[in-house]
């Protein structure tokens, strides 16, 4: 609907495919932080096609959940309107809010009550009829595949499970649209397959809008059209391939001996013919701030066996371009990895020594199998990734490693230390981020670096010159007095790392520490790990982001507890490798893993 409002429309009829759906025009709004005031929203101007999927896209900060909470009528814009379905959603929230499902980044299921009874709940408090109550439930718990777990505790599901019930919740009155803020962050890659052909389902049989926000750059070539916010400002709103566009000719994969991928990562990140560089499953792949390969190859000339060959853009090679048009990339995501000169941990020199052991590990919960029979070995220097579906053991596993878990059984060994015998000995030697970040939200960041710095026995004038170090090395100087829980997930992420390298140590366990956080804070995070390996420093990770396993040297697969894979990254891939996926990609390896190991669980 264009020109017309919703009072011109027979009651009960929805906006035709391919009229706008959700409109915003001149959008503003400014919150106080502090002393000072921060602008979320710059004069937003955008829509949404009724029988689209539109995706909200942007860096951390970038205004995309404000605008969300503005359309759902949680929040006043300071100055614009948003009209949903030609309501406007500053005059008639509630109309709104009627016509819509809003699932926020943090969606609030009850945890003690089950997947039905949370159906029931959020059912009341939409008012819907009980009349119709059980044929919708049924419904989407088939949708949803959650038929089998409805008398579960939601609070005892896995992580893709709790996102799929807070999607239930939110369609219980079949909403002509649909706010989806991030609705796969922390999901494993199945469990965002699964989401996906929800959501594609419920556009082409349900006549569904929807309008996502998302920090995985993939998703957003499944969406119909994207529009790009960054700074309060949308940049440009249009289908995926127009993005991908801007690229064209500019994107080339550098091939290179196998184990030679982090070195040559960083060479071609330093030429200034580079606008981005990651590692990609045959080797390093790179956007040209031009379409001339020259300089490049210039640049690499005399660095060993290295080809260059083009290759086809994606999505994410545009959007970086489009930053990158806006100036330095470095200046957005503000990366500066360890200096060069910093000491490298005591026992650095001892390449190839075996570090962490974990043999025959298990931890029970009663009756209840979290890790089962867990054995692998990583070494000084390595990185080491640890990835599986939610609920897999991953975390438990992590726990365990850094001793603030006890193992049922097995045999645990960190940097030299027996676990189950002197775990204090070995956590002053290791450093820990953890899923979600253990920061105290209402301590500023400097009194975050200083109570970690004392509680690695730092004090005094060390302990001052590693809070101003850190402060400088993680481009947090100018947040040094906010309250940590304020900052965005990417300025988070920095802070809870800048804690755990306080004390400089030889092992780093990071677990899911890139979750829900933009694209290009996770290069930056990326280019500090491959940093400290390269000084000695051994990192173990887990990660939902297959791409990032890429970086790792080697990794191992769990599901159910149990290590189903181990080895580098391009034993895993050639493993999946067949006549219907000639070329898998990390993640089609781990989906086809994982769905196979579920499906021979179900047969038995």
Known sequence: MNAQGADDRPDGVATAAGETVL???GVCKSFAAGAR?????????????????????GPDGAGKTTLMRIAAGLLKADAGAVRVEGIDVADRPLEVQSLIGYMPQRFGLYEDLSVRENLDLYADLQGVPAALRAARHEELLRMTALGAFQDRLAGRLSGGMKQKLGLACALLRSPPLLLLDEPTVGV???SRRELWAILRRLVEREAVSVLLSTAYLDEAQRCDEVAVLHGGRLLEQGPPDRFRGRAEGGT?????????????????AESPAVLDALVQADGVRVVLRTSDAAELRSSLAGGGDVTVEPVEPRFEDGFVMMLGERGPLEAQAAPQPPPAEAAPPPAAARDGETVIEAASLVRKFG???AVREVSFQVRRGEVFALLGPNGAGKSTTFRMLCGLLPATAGTLRVAGVNLRRAPAAARARIG?????????AGLSVRENLRFFSSAYGLWGRSRRRQIERMLGEFHLAAFAEAASGSLPPGYQQ????????????????????????????????????????????????????????????????MSGGRVLAIGPPAEIRDAARG?????????????????????????R
């Open 23 to 25: 409109e915003a025009r």
């Open 37 to 57: 005031r921060v602008e979320a929203l710059r004069d937003v101007s955008l829509r949404a096609l009724a029988g689209n999927v539109t995706g909200l896209i």
């Open 188 to 190: 494993d890659p199945l």
């Open 252 to 268: 080339f994969l550098l091939r290179c001996p196998a184990g030679a991928k982090r070195a040559l990562r960083r060479r071609a």
């Open 367 to 369: 009756d209840f199998y």
């Open 432 to 440: 820990y981020v953890s899923q979600k970040f253990s920061l105290y």
């Open 494 to 557: 920095r802070l809870a790392m800048a804690c755990a390298l306080m004390h400089e140590p030889e092992i780093l366990f990071l677990d899911e520490p890139t979750s829900g956080v933009d694209v290009l804070a996770r290069r930056e995070f990326w280019g500090r790990i491959n940093a400290l390996a390269e000084r000695g420093v051994t990192v173990m990770v887990t990660t939902h982001y297959m791409e990032e396993a890429e970086y790792c040297d080697r990794l191992a697969i």
């Open 579 to 603: 006549g219907d996926l000639p070329a898998p990609s990390m993640e089609d390896a781990f989906v086809r893993l994982i769905a196979g190991q579920q499906r021979r669980e179900g047969e």
